[in-house]
């Protein structure tokens, strides 16, 4: 699971949970994947993300590398943001472990770089 | 593949994609064909804008057919498969899109406008059957079509190809996604084939769009792909020899009468009856 499917996911499905984000990450095996880079397509989505689940994200799986707190102005020219914010997003991959619902603690376990977000019949 | 039977009524999706019929879904080379041509139609369906790296979701992305077209494309995308050993596959194949295993009946859980688009390929006819005891089909449908209807963005579609088992199913399913806040319809390609007729529901978000014409619908417009159009002259020979065509009514009204023939009398009336009954209890 890359961080950028993370900054993405909730747990709203899930009966009384009003927003179930962001999930915690519990993470016991982490992986760096080489992506090709995009900047249009990096540039087009960090206004999408909610940054300080990204950062925070970053920091529980110790891929921080000296990602900003804050997104700089003037982001789309700004190269070096630009190609840190694709590492963290695209380039770091959770290959097991567990996401925490904020609300309600449920783990949805991480096997294979795959979450899994099943409930049983009670928890929808 | 099943002899016949649709696979939805052979068992839950989660169990017919076993780990045997996954690597035979990824291994049977026409199979393969077969989806990547629904896939490029389905995202020219969904009318991306040119040359832009979008982010899709895939549902019931399975071994991750659909997914490598998606990333031939350039798009990225995160798929959604409720059979553990489909993404097992799609995980060995190295797919480029983040994988989740999860029920779509339950909702989607995305943050709001996530998504530019988002496609299905042969999977929305097994959100319309009830494989749990607990499963009601129509909130199911209301569930993934209302939270999928918040994870687009404004503007966005999604095109769904899937094999409905009847008019019934049809209509189940457009009156959930109206009823969830999509607009759109049916675009049926080679309507008149039934070896190549493909069905798509196209969903917009955000505002009624024009929906796309089905290919080989235009007169004039290149055949069915792999027909051969003699069809006109086959019947007219048959005509000319004195025989009923096959299927034509004078052909089911003697084959009626040959069969009475051969049943009892009285056997015969019997059956008649039961055959209006049924016919009543029908809508």
Redesign the interface.
Known sequence: ??L??H???????MKGVTQ??PLGIMASEVKEVE?DY?P??IS??IP?L?WNAVYQAAESVGKLDGLPKEIPANMETDETFLKKAHHVLMEVEVISGNLICPETGRKFPIN????????N?EG? | MASGKRPEHLAPPEIFYNENEARKYTSNTRMIEIQLKMTERAVELIALPEDTPCMILDLGCGSGLSGETLTEQGHIWVGVDISKDMLDVAQEREVEGDLLLGDIGQGMSFRPGTFDGAISISALQWLCNADKKSHNPVKRLYTFFSTLYSSLSRGSRAVFQFYPENGEQVELITQQAMKAGFTGGLVIDYPNSTKAKKMFLVLFVGGQQQLPRGLGTVPGERGVPGQVSNTNARQRSKAARGKPLKKSRDWILEKKREKKKARKGDESRFKVHRQKKKRSLLK
């Open positions: 699971m890359k950028l499917t900054n993405m996911l909730t747990s709203k499905f179930g984000f992506v995009n249009e397509f087009r989505m999408k909610e294979n770089g795959i979450p899994n977000m099943l409930l019949e929808v």
